[in-house]
């Protein structure tokens, strides 16, 4: 039960707490506190009656806040100081796949690769991956969500086909079908698996492009912020936005901000509704970049639109934008321009990003596909009999069966690219890269000829300061004029 708008008499211990504290708080500072409320009404209706009504309510409104509010903590998030080479991880690593993807906690999962290394290259290159592919065959993705039911539903038509046509009828009436017309469904079930991997796969490729964008885009404003932005508290909060943006465009682009081992329904070991323990995980990840409590206002921001179910990229290109908007005075024009472009870059790469997500291919087209392979397997053991018998059809059924209807899956799992591509990598990747950035930035010092120094920042500012007004330059005109009618 969600609680909002009650005074609480309870101290926060996590992050939850302190957003339900403070959203009771804000709410009681409205006067619209639900035990305030109760009161007043009570009070101006019925007098010394009203007042004893009033009291019950508060008391019960009291036992509410005992029992509704819920502490919750993060469970799968892990601070960004911990992390790393031979310490914790925020996903589990399939070893048995290689140290390549993330480890499946259910057959129907697809597979999730994690960044390429030239190690990981070099066994991706490997002569024995052959071999090395076979020995986990069973523990591929497509094998074990084609398993059941679409391979079992095969072998079990290939399996009472056998028993119809040898143990009860024998060669006098058997079930079969014309292989040669079969062969000609075969090569176009093919195509159309094929067709749609590939259109699959080029939205995989496209939003790996975005988020490549994006990385790029996200370092060049760290630069450019480290390079032109003079005042102190706006380049730090335009700094925590570049690493915000990553963040909170990963938890927008995947329901479950890719802490995939978290599981929707509640469960005993996490009986909260899932949108709470989404929000939990979420506040976390941004208490890591508000960490040292300044620009808490933002992160106030951006908690409340996320809890709100709003569009938190969006907020934080806008609160970029209001630190551009802001700079303007102390650094020049033409680096406000740029330092918008490049907020620009981001809201197209967001966009894109958007239009992928809510966009399936052609759910007509995923409908027909799905039906005319569920038909031509579970008909494939009937062409299959006559040329094969009695031993053969079976296992020659499901093989084939899994070859084109595997191709079918691959693509089924890269029409989502964002359940799969590894976007927490990439999100860590530009926060260590703005860190990197801000720790390592050296300004330019420029000296002149009397030996005063100023950095590049400076030079910005001076460059405004030094910028003539529309008075100064008709001042300058009238001058000039001046010395020309002298000169004649």
Known sequence: MKVVGVVMKVKPTSLAGEMYLRRACETASRGVSTTAVRSAAATTTTGKD???????????????????????????????????????QVFKVDVNMGETR???NARTCPTRELNFTPVTWGKHKSPYRKFRHMMNFFQSSPVQRLAFPDLFSVA????????????IVHKESMMSMSSAGFAGATTAIGLLAGFRLNASYG?????????????????????????????????TRMLKLCKAFPMVLVFHLNGKGCHHNMKRKSTPAEPEPFEDRIHVEFQAELRDIYSDGKDEEDFVRLSDVKYAGGNTPLEVLTCMRE????SVGTVDSIYVRELDEQCQRLCAAFGASERVLRTPLPTG?????SRLLFLWSNALPFALYPAMGPFGTLPLSVMTSYAILGIEDLGVQLEEPFDILPLRQYSDGMFDAINAIENNFTPYVIQDEDGITA????TAAADVDATPTIDQLAARKAAAQTKLDVAA
């Open 323 to 326: 630190t551009i908007a802001g």
């Open 156 to 167: 079990t038509i290939a399996t009472g086909l056998t028993v119809w046509n040898e143990l």
């Open 365 to 369: 087209f995923t409908r027909h596909s």
């Open 203 to 235: 939205r995989y490729e496209e939003c790996r492009i975005f988020w490549g964008d994006i990385n790029n885009t996200i370092r060049d404003l760290a630069c450019q912020t480290m390079m032109w932005m003079k005042d102190d508290d706006q380049r």
């Open 50 to 88: 009203g007042d004893e009504k009033a009291k019950a309510d508060a008391e019960a409104e009291e036992e509410d806040d005992a029992t509704a509010i819920v502490d919750l903590q993060p469970v799968h998030y892990v601070p960004k100081a911990e992390r790393g080479a031979g310490k914790k």
């Open 455 to 458: 950095t590049t920042a400076d």
């Open 102 to 104: 993330l480890e499946r």
